[in-house]
C-alpha cells in the first residue's frame, strides 16, 4: 500500500544550525510533493512545491531536494530560528487525475536558543 | 480576506448525537477538503470536493456526511456520533487546477476539536 514517512521523533537542534527533516515514501509515484508547516492549535500553512522533475527548490531559508530514485524528499532550513519551531508536514500527489494528496504524519522541529 | 473559516472551534458530543462541522472559504477556489488529524496518523483525507455540485469520498469517509451548499461553503456531517470520531477536523481548499482535485496549494482553515464522550 502507499506509505509516507516521515521521523516521529522530534528533532532538536541548536539556533543557527541546518535543520534537516526526511520524508520517505514506497509504493507511490508523485507528480509533485509539498511542504507544509503547522504550529500548535492551527492548520498548517503551505511552504514549497517540488516537482517529480526537479531536483531542488529555494525559498529564502527553505531549501527541498526531491529524489524519485530514492522516493525521498529532505528539507532545509538554514540559519535556522526559534521561531522555526513547528511540525513539518509532507504531502505527495501521484499523476493520475483522479489521485489524492496524502500528507504524512509531520515530524516536529525544536529550536533552542 | 478571511481564507477558510470553519465552525465551530470546539465541540464535544454523546455517543449518538449528529452535528454539521460548517466550512466557508473567500478565495473563488474550485476544491475543497474535509480532513481529520490524529496523533501520530497524520491528515487522512475524509471527503473532498473538486467543483461545485460534485463531492468524493477520501480515505476514511464511514460515518460522514458531506454537502457543497455553493462554490464558497461545504459542510461536513456527523449523523450518530461515535467516539473513534474524537478528533481536529480541518477544512481545506485550493485554486483550479488543470484536472481532479487541483495541483495547488491547500489553504488549511483553523480547525474544530470535536470530543465525542
Known amino acids: 500500500s502507499q506509505k509516507i514517512e516521515q521521523n516521529s521523533e522530534a528533532l532538536n537542534i541548536q539556533e543557527g544550525k541546518t535543520a534537516t527533516l526526511t520524508c520517505n515514501y514506497t509504493?507511490?509515484?508523485?507528480?509533485?510533493l509539498q511542504w507544509y508547516r503547522q504550529d500548535p492549535g492551527r492548520g498548517p500553512v503551505f511552504l514549497l512545491l517540488?516537482?517529480?522533475?526537479?531536483k531542488e527548490k529555494r525559498k529564502e531559508r527553505l531549501k527541498v531536494t526531491f529524489d524519485t530514485t530514492l522516493k525521498q524528499s529532505l528539507f532545509h532550513i538554514t540559519a535556522s530560528q526559534p521561531a522555526d519551531s513547528a511540525t513539518y508536514l509532507c504531502?505527495?500527489?501521484?499523476?493520475?487525475?483522479?489521485?489524492?494528496?496524502?500528507f504524512g504524519s509531520g515530524t516536529r522541529l525544536s529550536i533552542r536558543p | 480576506n478571511a481564507g477558510v473559516t470553519q465552525t465551530p472551534k470546539f465541540q464535544v458530543l454523546k455517543t449518538g448525537q449528529s452535528m454539521t462541522l460548517q466550512c466557508a472559504q473567500d478565495?473563488?477556489?474550485?476544491?475543497m477538503y474535509w480532513y481529520r488529524q490524529d496523533p501520530g496518523m497524520g491528515l487522512r483525507l475524509i471527503y473532498y470536493?473538486?467543483?461545485?455540485?460534485?463531492?468524493d469520498k477520501g480515505e476514511v469517509p464511514n460515518g460522514y456526511n458531506v454537502s457543497r451548499l455553493n462554490k464558497r461553503e461545504f459542510s461536513l456531517r456527523l449523523e450518530s456520533a461515535a467516539p473513534s470520531q474524537t478528533s481536529v477536523y480541518f477544512c481545506?481548499?485550493?485554486?483550479?487546477?488543470?484536472?481532479?482535485?487541483?495541483?495547488?496549494?491547500?489553504?488549511f482553515g483553523p480547525g474544530t476539536r470535536l470530543t465525542v464522550l
Open positions: 481545506a481548499s485550493s485554486g483550479p487546477g488543470t484536472s481532479g482535485i487541483g495541483n495547488n496549494e491547500q489553504f
Open positions: 509504493n507511490y509515484s508523485p507528480a509533485y
Open positions: 517540488i516537482r517529480e522533475n526537479e
Open positions: 504531502a505527495l500527489r501521484g499523476r493520475s487525475s483522479a489521485s489524492k494528496i496524502i
Open positions: 478565495m473563488n477556489h474550485n476544491s
Open positions: 470536493s473538486a467543483s461545485e455540485g460534485t463531492t
